[in-house]
């Protein structure tokens, strides 16, 4: 998601924490903005379901799931899918797309996931991990709940980029180390501030090892071809060859 507005660092340290991240005030306008967008449509999901490959009869956990696109797509493909996510406007949503059968729960990435050892083949965590600032205990939560040789499917901001864009308007952010970022949403007439922490690709990487985990994938993957066509405005700029552009980056992790 494209940033709104972005509120100064030295304005985020004295703000309440809850005041951040109200996903349940923003959940109608954020599900309908996900719906059909360019880079969660046609970029982001379409990258992590080439990413998962053949489903078929694999547990999924969907780890902050929202209002349930990709959950509603693994299943599609034959997947055994749990949605956990720290919002129950998002999840009130998701079960009116998936049905009353459907396993959503309310869980907030930071805490202990209620789920036994080994219960699933493959989490997927599409675009959450960007949201806490300390990974360790989640990616060990991950770890816990996947069985041995399962996968874990991520994608984030790309770290690149957000430097990118915050020095393009006038900030002088370092690539390095892990720093606070706050956006100002507004979606179906709700606003809300987001938080971010942003971290360097090395930041990543040592902390999905130190987890336990192997790096399968690290993927920068190429938008779909439907989408130069269907988002015109957006693509004016680019040559007819050019399949790929930057935003989110995307991992697949082994659990070993």
Request: a negative charge; hydrophobic letters at 45%; aromatic letters at 10%.
């Amino acid at each position: 998601m494209a940033p709104m507005s972005t509120i100064p660092e030295d304005h985020v340290e004295a703000a309440d924490p809850s005041a951040f991240n109200d996903y349940d005030r923003l959940a109608e306008g954020y599900a309908a903005e996900n719906e059909n967008n360019l880079l969660n449509a046609y970029y982001e999901r379409p990258a992590m379901l080439e990413l998962a490959g053949d489903v078929t009869g694999r547990r999924i956990l969907d780890a902050g799931c929202g209002a349930g696109p990709l959950f509603a797509a693994l299943r599609d493909r034959g997947a055994v899918v749990t949605g956990v996510d720290a919002s129950a406007g998002m999840l009130e949503l998701a079960r009116r797309r998936l049905g009353a059968d459907a396993d959503l729960r309310v869980a907030d990435l930071a805490d202990p996931l209620p789920f036994p050892d080994g219960a699933f083949d493959d989490v997927v965590a599409s675009l959450v991990l960007h949201y806490l600032e300390d990974w360790g205990p989640t990616l060990t939560e991950f770890r816990r709940v996947l069985r041995p040789g399962g996968r874990l499917l991520v994608s984030v901001d790309h770290p690149f980029v957000i430097t990118l864009m915050r020095h393009m308007a006038g900030e002088k952010p370092s690539y390095f180390g892990i720093r606070n970022r706050v956006e100002e949403w507004t979606m179906g007439g709700q606003t809300a501030r987001m938080s971010f922490w942003d971290r360097p690709l090395h930041e990543m990487t040592e902390a999905f090892i130190a987890a336990g985990f192997r790096i399968d994938v690290i993927s920068e993957p190429p938008f779909v071809p439907e989408a130069r066509d269907l988002f015109p405005e957006q693509f004016s700029e680019y040559e007819p060859t050019r399949t790929r552009f930057l935003s989110f980056l995307f991992f697949v992790l082994d659990a070993g």
